[in-house]
């Protein structure tokens, strides 16, 4: 049964409850919990004491101060002890046939899971990503779940490996997929590829050696990618440790502005492997190994853990999984 029909049942429960519980007074009305109503419901069914404590696994003191708080809630005697059995009046009977049906839908709502059909679901799921994964993924996944869930609807929430933890704690998020990583008892993590980087530039806008050299990548005009404004990176970190420098004339926290720029303007910019193999083809560029021992980035799927019985993203990792799993990790050329 999906959330809205279980909210529905409930609702229609919670309706039967108050108006079989409307003649009893609201300061009594606070002390009925579904415990006491399961009691009742067992005591009917058993009639007597002793079997309903048995199969309720209460002592029988228990199960009579149960039955002594549900007489004077409904301010009826409820049960007549006639030889060995108690008899229903008139009055448990009808509270046990309203109440017998209601009990059984919420039984199976509460033990059965719930049911996702990529088929015929319409759901919103939200992703979160920064736009070179969404670049690279989106075209892929929106083209398979076209065929696979046609209703599906994504909301994609732009995002950063610095934001992203908190975007899946506060639940603003369902399913993120980003290189961050972190070590929240709550977060639940698989990786789904792992890849270096690419230097690009346009050819009409800079004639370099193939594989760059490093002297050569230092001396060029360098975009940078960062979500902090700070013109500053892993490159320069490696650069630095070598006596070296390098020319940042911009930085964005969009790799979508990466490849006008660079059909535009001699310089050079150091992007995710992936996204360089696509940017070659689309937009004409020429991509080079990185002459540093930069490490490699890991791409991952990330949850919280609440959604580990939601079916649906359950499914939704799997395609996406799916999806990068037919992109190949063959090794670029130099």
Not at 14 to 37: A, C, Q, S, T, Y
Not at 152 to 160: C, P, W
Not at 255 to 281: D, G, H, M, N, Y
Request: charge should be neutral.
């Amino acid at each position: 049964m999906s959330g809205t029909g279980t909210i529905i049942l409930l609702a229609v429960l919670l309706f039967k409850l108050i108006n079989l519980i409307l003649p009893i007074m609201e300061n009594d009305f606070r002390g009925v919990d579904l415990n006491l109503l399961v009691t009742f419901l067992v005591l009917y069914r058993e009639k007597s004491v002793s079997a309903a404590a048995d199969k309720l696994h209460l002592g029988q003191p228990a199960v009579s101060g149960a039955l002594a708080r549900l007489r004077t809630l409904f301010d009826d005697p409820l049960f007549i002890r006639t030889g060995q059995v108690m008899r229903p009046t008139a009055r448990a009977d009808y509270l046990a046939t309203q109440l017998s049906p209601a009990f059984e839908h919420l039984q199976s709502v509460l033990g059965e899971p719930e049911k996702f059909d990529p088929l015929t679901d319409s759901r919103v799921i939200t992703l979160g990503m920064t736009d070179w994964v969404e670049i690279w993924l989106m075209p892929l996944l929106l083209k398979r779940l076209k065929a696979k869930a046609p209703n599906l609807r994504i909301n994609l929430v732009a995002t950063d490996p610095f934001l992203d933890v908190d975007r899946l704690e506060n639940d603003s998020v369902d399913l993120v997929i980003s290189v961050a990583s972190a070590q929240a008892g709550w977060l639940k993590q698989r990786a789904l590829l792992s890849s270096g980087f690419r230097a690009l530039w346009h050819p009409q806008q800079l004639d370099l050696p193939r594989p760059l050299p490093l002297a050569v990548y230092s001396q060029q005009r360098h975009l940078l990618v960062t979500y902090r404004e700070r013109a500053h990176g892993v490159v320069d970190d490696m650069l630095e440790k070598q006596g070296m420098t390098r020319t940042i004339h911009y930085t964005t926290p969009h790799f979508s502005a990466l490849p006008r720029i660079l059909q535009q303007t001699p310089s050079i910019a150091t992007v995710p492997e992936k996204l360089a193999t696509q940017w070659c083809q689309y937009y004409g560029l020429i991509d080079s190994s990185v002459p540093l021992a930069l490490p490699t980035y890991t791409l991952s799927a990330l949850w919280h853990a609440r959604q580990d019985s939601n079916p649906a993203i359950t499914w939704l990792y799997g395609q996406i999984a799916e999806v990068v799993a037919e992109q190949g990790t063959e090794p670029p050329p130099a």
